[in-house]
């Protein structure tokens, strides 16, 4: 079932979040997705089901791998409960293309509308009969009413939507269960250590107390069978198959939850930044970089003063490293090592920023010639960009990725992307460093070209 709203700061994330806690309590192997490119709500997803959260978004992987990848997560899975994003019919530019209801249609799921009910009650019924009726091809399954404020109104609004659509649910206003946030919105639950589990299974309490979920394992049951194969991470010719488990699935936004059994390799170590500064990736990176060879190995820039043993290449993904500069920046011993790091480096976002000479006045690695800076503009939206020559990419390639930050890098020479009204990046035959944010699983080769790389014996002369 896929859990939508009429917009965004309806209730999506708390309720997903909390039907994911509340299933799994009662046995169900539940599979978490995300539509979109967040990388937050899917670290929330996975403390609730045990299970890696994993984004749907056809923009940067196409609309053709939406049901693969859902096969792919799900496998095994019982139930499968997808967060929406913004609004149900919000996409890319004003368009439907990548909303929630495109994905809903891509699955053929049916759709819970969280509605905030905050100051109205008759009102309720129109708005949900627009939302039920805009889109023949969606279908609006029931409601979960959201921010009730007492008994008698909760009783107006379940008799204003009589013949309009079930309500599964009605969830009264609570103080206590809402996620903390920030600049760039909700702070990671990586970053909450214990207290964002317990939050979740707060969550799993009030969802499991306030909604009927005998009516909604019914509603999800209600979706149709998906026919064909799922997604499977490309090997190249010539990798090693693997037998048992080495490598660590990184616990924060690289896959939280069990590892698949992997064994010993013959390929490089890939080095994955973790921790509290770097919580942004996507399962799928971690499955591709092994399935192209290598052993992925996790370390913290925040704790660790040594790379993982072998490193022969590195990945740093996004994160916060502007709440943690203090201490990325006392770590003198893992800057310099990643400084004078001879092999491949592959950085998005927050590991641009780790490789700028320094972020706002504080030390940093080094590795781009370059300072890092807040801004008060926030810089979000989808990119279709045009490549140069780097580690990653060849020149003319043409990606599709997303850009979400407060910051600003002015690296010398030609920016590695180009695309309509902006550019970014910087690159070179052994570093590809941008703002855009990737989703390798609709470009394989990103995987594939850096392990190749990490093998050459030139690499690390």
């Known amino acids: 079932m896929v859990v939508a709203a009429p917009a965004s700061g309806g209730g999506k994330t708390t309720v997903a979040t909390g039907l994911m806690a509340a299933l799994r309590s009662r046995g169900l192997r539940v599979s978490p997705h995300k539509v979109g490119p967040d990388y937050i709500?899917?670290?929330?997803?996975?403390?609730?089901?045990?299970?890696?959260?994993?984004?749907?978004?056809?923009?940067?992987?196409?609309?053709?791998?939406?049901?693969?990848?859902?096969?792919?997560?799900?496998?095994?899975?019982?139930?499968?409960?997808?967060?929406?994003?913004?609004?149900?019919?919000?996409?890319?530019?004003?368009?439907?293309?990548?909303?929630?209801?495109?994905?809903?249609?891509?699955?053929?799921?049916?759709?819970?509308?969280v509605v905030d009910v905050a100051g109205r009650s008759r009102s309720v019924a129109a708005l949900v009969h627009g939302f039920a009726t805009f889109d023949p091809r969606v279908r609006v399954g029931g409601v979960i009413l959201n921010r009730v404020g007492s008994a008698r109104h909760e009783e107006m609004c379940r008799a204003a939507l009589a013949g309009v659509a079930p309500v599964l649910g009605a969830l009264r206003r609570d103080d206590a269960v809402e996620t903390p946030s920030r600049h760039l919105g909700l702070v990671p639950a990586a970053e909450r250590a214990g207290e964002a589990a317990a939050a979740v299974a707060r969550l799993g309490g009030l969802v499991a107390a306030s909604c009927d979920l005998d009516a909604l394992v019914r509603l999800a049951a209600s979706a149709p069978p998906l026919p064909g194969p799922?997604?499977?991470?490309?090997?190249?010719?010539?990798?090693?198959?693997?037998?048992?488990?080495?490598?660590?699935?990184?616990?924060?936004?690289?896959?939280?939850?069990?590892?698949?059994?992997?064994?010993?390799?013959?390929?490089?170590?890939?080095?994955?930044?973790?921790?509290?500064?770097?919580?942004?990736?996507?399962?799928?990176?971690?499955?591709?970089?092994?399935?192209?060879?290598?052993?992925?190995?996790?370390?913290?820039?925040?704790?660790?003063?040594?790379?993982?043993?072998?490193t022969g290449a590195l990945v740093i993904g996004g994160g916060f490293p502007e709440v943690y500069a203090s201490e990325l920046a006392a770590n003198e011993a893992l800057r310099r090592e990643v400084a004078a790091f001879g092999g491949p480096i592959a950085a998005e976002c927050a590991g641009l920023l780790y490789l700028c000479e320094e972020l706002d006045g504080r030390r940093m690695c080094g590795r781009v010639p370059a300072g890092a800076r807040m801004t008060p503009r926030l810089t979000l939206g989808y990119r279709e960009a045009v490549a140069g020559p780097s580690l990653l990419t060849r020149p003319g390639e043409r990606y599709r990725g997303h850009e979400f930050h407060r910051t600003a890098v002015d690296p010398p020479g030609e920016p590695l992307f180009r695309w309509e009204g902006g550019a970014d990046g910087y690159g070179d035959a052994l570093l590809t460093a941008s703002y855009l944010h990737l989703h390798w699983a609709g470009a394989p080769e990103a995987a594939q070209r850096l392990v190749s790389s990490s093998r050459s014996p030139s690499v690390l002369r």
């Open 41 to 113: 709500d899917p670290g929330y997803h996975a403390l609730a089901s045990g299970r890696p959260g994993r984004n749907l978004d056809p923009w940067l992987v196409g609309e053709e791998r939406i049901a693969p990848l859902f096969r792919h997560g799900a496998r095994d899975a019982d139930l499968a409960v997808v967060e929406g994003v913004m609004g149900l019919f919000d996409g890319r530019g004003g368009t439907d293309f990548a909303s929630t209801a495109h994905v809903a249609r891509l699955l053929d799921a049916p759709v819970v509308l």
């Open 230 to 310: 799922a997604w499977t991470p490309p090997e190249p010719a010539g990798v090693p198959e693997a037998a048992g488990s080495v490598a660590t699935t990184p616990a924060a936004g690289w896959g939280a939850g069990p590892a698949a059994a992997r064994g010993p390799r013959s390929g490089p170590v890939v080095a994955v930044a973790g921790g509290a500064a770097f919580t942004f990736g996507y399962t799928e990176h971690v499955e591709l970089l092994r399935a192209a060879g290598a052993e992925v190995a996790v370390f913290d820039p925040l704790r660790d003063e040594r790379l993982p043993e072998g």
